[in-house]
């Protein structure tokens, strides 16, 4: 059975506690790694920059403590083909149905309809989540 390795355990200790029990369990099905949680304002205004998010600093599920958002990629991280769109769809299949059936919604990049973001799993309801952070 997969276990996460020191890479995604380090990605994953600002995650909320939702998310991280839904990834505990998707973990058991299929590996993958972790490779974001939380995303400070540097990181997302590169993100930008680069064409990969269309938020701005405290527009993006990352940008909060904790995290409401991750960004993984099939695992060996040093072997993975960004451009293999099966794989993470497998992924993303295997985190939502283990959020299923822990009563917590995930919402995968890969299916916005624009700016498809594959590697992107996020709570559905971040954006309640996240008044009540700022509470």
Do not use: C
């Not at 985190?95 to 299916?111: H, P, R």
């Amino acid at each position: 059975m997969p276990v996460f390795g020191s890479r995604s355990l380090s990605n994953l200790a600002g995650v909320h506690p939702d998310l991280r029990r839904v990834l505990d369990e998707a973990i058991k099905h299929i590996d993958f790694t972790v490779i974001q949680g939380q995303r400070g304002r540097k990181a997302q205004e590169a993100a930008k920059a680069a064409g990969n998010s269309n938020a701005g600093f405290g527009q993006s599920p990352h940008n909060y403590a904790p995290a409401l958002a991750v960004d993984v990629i099939p695992y060996p991280f040093k072997d993975a083909d960004w451009n293999d769109i099966p794989k993470f769809k497998a992924i993303a299949d295997v985190v939502i149905a283990e959020g299923k059936k822990l009563g917590i919604e995930i919402t995968w990049g890969g299916n916005w309809k624009s700016l498809k973001d594959y590697p992107h799993l996020e709570l559905a309801n971040w954006k309640n989540i996240r008044g009540k952070l700022a509470e």
